[in-house]
């Protein structure tokens, strides 16, 4: 622990989610010391919703011994500018519209340096500073949820690019004729096809188009989720195997490209998809080996995150905290 | 000019091809100011080679007023590694079997500090410290000769990975699924398509595919260059126009899902395919906007090298010179 750590030993980390905003202080080990979460919607004006903010914290930091010992903020949301510390255009957000200037409003109301970053991002940050790439200088970290999201280290920092807004890796085009449509408006993007909703439309389109015997037909088509999937390739349903083969093929060809860009040390994958473990990493790690540069091969690490599931979010918000002065 | 470039004002660099090795001694500016070359091949061994390069170099040397005077060496080479200052496996490569660690050889010849990187890497370097580069800090540099080759810098510095070899952007896979061998082992890269030799073989299957007429009928098949392409196009030749649109349109593509990695300000362009100018480049343009992310839209420059063509490669060789200490 050096000098300032100890005398500001904790961070405070948002995960700023669409639903809920959870709040945790957190020390330089990743220990989680006090928590707590408001709504994030419902606030017509952001200023309302700092307001809020600020008052749950309150009670938390008092519980920590005062913001004295407390040295930054991070935050991770979704369409943050880490450059300008805004928010923009997060049109699911109640107050999101427009740019909001959101790192800015909680230094003045907290006194403390506050940095954003957006959610995959934070996740990177928060395996280096707590998780699974502890010592690495460069790797890549791939969230799966509702989207697939990513954050790139290299040289040890994180790959902002000149606008604030690399490592967008979900929206690489991996089907270039006939593609899915993709929420960014494009057609054939990974998150497509190995997002959790990619994975459950994955099992739709096979029930659809095949008359094949499942588990999954025993539930409303509608309502299959990538847990559905994963319970059934759990029990041995060669329709749910089939279907993580097909979404981990596509994701180890995707990170064989990756490979060519930044030659990381390990991929690290991270959110609920990655609950499948190996149903989902052995086809990654088998369609990497079989497609990357020879010159690449087999130097590359898989490993899924480092960071508690529940409080992973809040722990890589919080590690943005630990970067900035 | 700051202390030490008035001082050791010059740099070396070596253009080490396949054929030709060529050396300059080169100012802060880009300036050449000597220059002289070698055969690479011919030697059996790499001492040879050294002192060959050597014995030429010091009529050079001696020219700019004596090695005290330069302040190191760069050396673009293919199958350089930059960490370890080697070349590794260049087959084809008369005294490049095994790991030949040619910087240091260099570095106990001369008595000054030598670094080495692959052609497109020293390329990037060029950009930055003398050509289309210039102040930028998030650009990729992509070679398009025998075959394609990139350097992609970012938050200033050139992305080599974990193990050196980042940045072989001419292996991302174009084509899944029945795409053209590749010289690297594989299938369906960008540099099957998109390189001199990728352009020929277009227009060799085109003429063996259909009956329609082209001014590259007149010539023998196998003997077809990109320059015949690009002289026929040039003329009006639709088949040859095409065929520069089919391979502007992957490179855009393949730009599109590099956007999404790095987000850098421009892409340069480098290598003989670029002199067919805005046959190639606009066709690059178009594709890029019609396929990248909508956050990306508009944000990147696309350039042509602002190096000399026929300078080029020493220019980026000797920028190594000024990275190094």
Redesign the interface.
Same mark, same amino acid.
């Given at each position: 622990m050096n000098e300032q750590q100890a005398i500001k030993p904790y961070v405070i980390g948002l995960d700023l989610g669409g639903t809920n905003s959870v709040f945790g202080i957190v020390d330089s080990r990743g220990e989680i010391k006090a928590t707590t979460a408001i709504k994030t919607q419902g606030y017509d004006k952001v200023e309302d919703y700092v307001a809020a903010s600020v008052e749950a914290l309150q009670i938390i930091i008092d519980q920590v011994g005062g913001i004295e010992k407390i040295k930054a903020m991070g935050i991770g949301a979704p369409n943050a500018n880490y450059y300008k510390g805004t928010i923009e255009h997060a049109t699911n957000l109640s107050w999101g519209r427009g740019i909001v200037p959101l790192a800015d409003m909680f230094s003045k109301a907290l006194g403390i340096p506050v940095g954003m970053t957006n959610d995959a991002n934070a996740a990177a940050i928060g395996e280096q500073a707590y998780g699974a790439a502890r010592g690495?200088?460069?790797f890549i970290v791939i969230t799966l949820g509702t989207g697939v999201g990513s954050g790139?280290v290299?040289?040890g920092?994180l790959?902002?690019?000149?606008? &604030?807004?690399? &490592?967008?890796?979900g929206?690489?085009?991996?089907?270039?004729e006939g593609g899915r449509p993709c929420g960014?408006?494009?057609t054939g993007c990974l998150e497509a096809y190995c997002s959790a909703t990619g994975v459950a439309r994955t099992a739709r389109e096979l029930l659809a188009s095949t008359d094949r015997p499942s588990l999954l037909r025993e539930l409303n088509p509608d309502q299959i989720t990538s847990l559905d999937v994963s319970i059934a390739a759990g029990k041995g349903d060669e329709m749910a195997n089939e279907i993580f083969q097909f979404t981990g093929k596509m994701l180890g060809?995707a990170c064989?490209?990756?490979a060519?860009?930044?030659?990381?040390?390990a991929f690290i994958f991270f959110g609920g998809l990655v609950k499948a473990g190996e149903l989902i990493m052995k086809p990654i790690r088998e369609a990497y080996n079989n497609?990357v540069?020879?010159?690449?091969r087999g130097?590359a690490q898989f490993l899924v995150s480092g960071l508690d599931g529940s409080s992973a979010a809040v722990l890589g918000a919080s590690a943005i905290g630990w970067e900035i002065n």
């Amino acid at each position: 622990m050096n000098e300032q750590q100890a005398i500001k030993p904790y961070v405070i980390g948002l995960d700023l989610g669409g639903t809920n905003s959870v709040f945790g202080i957190v020390d330089s080990r990743g220990e989680i010391k006090a928590t707590t979460a408001i709504k994030t919607q419902g606030y017509d004006k952001v200023e309302d919703y700092v307001a809020a903010s600020v008052e749950a914290l309150q009670i938390i930091i008092d519980q920590v011994g005062g913001i004295e010992k407390i040295k930054a903020m991070g935050i991770g949301a979704p369409n943050a500018n880490y450059y300008k510390g805004t928010i923009e255009h997060a049109t699911n957000l109640s107050w999101g519209r427009g740019i909001v200037p959101l790192a800015d409003m909680f230094s003045k109301a907290l006194g403390i340096p506050v940095g954003m970053t957006n959610d995959a991002n934070a996740a990177a940050i928060g395996e280096q500073a707590y998780g699974a790439a502890r010592g690495m200088k460069n790797f890549i970290v791939i969230t799966l949820g509702t989207g697939v999201g990513s954050g790139i280290v290299v040289n040890g920092q994180l790959l902002y690019g000149h606008d &604030g807004f690399a &490592g967008e890796l979900g929206h690489v085009t991996m089907v270039r004729e006939g593609g899915r449509p993709c929420g960014c408006g494009r057609t054939g993007c990974l998150e497509a096809y190995c997002s959790a909703t990619g994975v459950a439309r994955t099992a739709r389109e096979l029930l659809a188009s095949t008359d094949r015997p499942s588990l999954l037909r025993e539930l409303n088509p509608d309502q299959i989720t990538s847990l559905d999937v994963s319970i059934a390739a759990g029990k041995g349903d060669e329709m749910a195997n089939e279907i993580f083969q097909f979404t981990g093929k596509m994701l180890g060809e995707a990170c064989a490209d990756f490979a060519a860009f930044s030659s990381p040390e390990a991929f690290i994958f991270f959110g609920g998809l990655v609950k499948a473990g190996e149903l989902i990493m052995k086809p990654i790690r088998e369609a990497y080996n079989n497609h990357v540069m020879p010159i690449f091969r087999g130097k590359a690490q898989f490993l899924v995150s480092g960071l508690d599931g529940s409080s992973a979010a809040v722990l890589g918000a919080s590690a943005i905290g630990w970067e900035i002065n």
